[in-house]
T-cell receptor
Framework: DVKVTQSSRYLVKRTGEKVFLECVQDMDHENMFWYRQDPGLGLRLIYFSYDVKMKEKGDIPEGYSVSREKKERFSLILESASTNQTSMYLC????????????FGPGTRLTVL | QQQVKQSPQSLIVQKGGISIINCAYENTAFDYFPWYQQFPGKGPALLIAIRPDVSEKKEGRFTISFNKSAKQFSLHIMDSQPGDSATYFC?????????????FGSGTQLTVLP
């Protein structure tokens, strides 16, 4: 059974803090993705990675960075958290060529005060 | 920017009824159209998907209808059950940059009343 785990279910941070969200998958997937989910806006792609140390910007990369040092782990970094980054963050992964079939983690609800 | 427009935002259906969710797109470069289902507290999960060269795909009570000329596709849930209550996202697959990406609709919150 494919498993995508995210480091925290709930996180509360203060404006200006550096925030790390971690995602780990156990299916040897090449591709990993970070989305944010907001009511009425659906899922919006922040960054994705198609190989170790490779990354590509999605639709809303501003204010975020990512790191992928190992195949199974993909981290999302908020360099200086702001209140407009309060959201649900979802990590997903899949095999190369199977982009339409992504496996999602349970999400991290981040609140920035 | 790639877009998929989804409606309605919310839908309430009686048990046994038909739930219909609609999506429309503009970019003809989209080449695969999945639907995802998300239960509260969980991440989305792939439900069913269709290619643009097929007009309909059925899996159990779930059917996708696809109209390529109108650039529209829809999800039909027959004999809707309370267990179908969830948020549904349509999506479209395309090549953005050096790799393929999914762009999602805004989501439909479905409530099936017992």
């Amino acid at each position: 059974d494919v498993k995508v785990t995210q480091s925290s279910r709930y996180l509360v941070k203060r404006t200006g803090e550096k925030v790390f969200l971690e995602c780990v998958q156990d299916m040897d997937h090449e591709n990993m993705f970070w989305y944010r989910q907001d009511p009425g806006l659906g899922l919006r792609l922040i960054y994705f990675s198609y190989d170790v140390k490779m990354k590509e910007k999605g639709d809303i990369p501003e204010g975020y960075s990512v790191s992928r040092e190992k195949k199974e782990r993909f981290s999302l970094i908020l360099e200086s958290a702001s209140t407009n980054q309060t959201s649900m963050y979802l990590c997903a992964s899949t095999w190369t060529g199977r982009t339409a079939e992504q496996f999602f983690g349970p999400g991290t609800r981040l609140t920035v005060l | 920017q790639q877009q998929v427009k989804q409606s309605p935002q919310s839908l309430i259906v009686q048990k046994g009824g038909i739930s219909i969710i609609n999506c429309a797109y503009e970019n003809t470069a989209f080449d695969y159209f999945p639907w995802y289902q998300q239960f509260p507290g969980k991440g989305p999960a792939l439900l069913i998907a269709i290619r643009p060269d097929v007009s309909e795909k059925k899996e159990g009570r779930f059917t996708i209808s696809f109209n390529k000329s109108a650039k529209q596709f829809s999800l039909h849930i027959m004999d809707s059950q309370p267990g179908d209550s969830a948020t549904y996202f349509c999506a479209a697959n395309y090549r953005g940059g050096s790799a393929r990406q999914l762009t999602f609709g805004s989501g439909t919150q479905l409530t099936v009343l017992p």
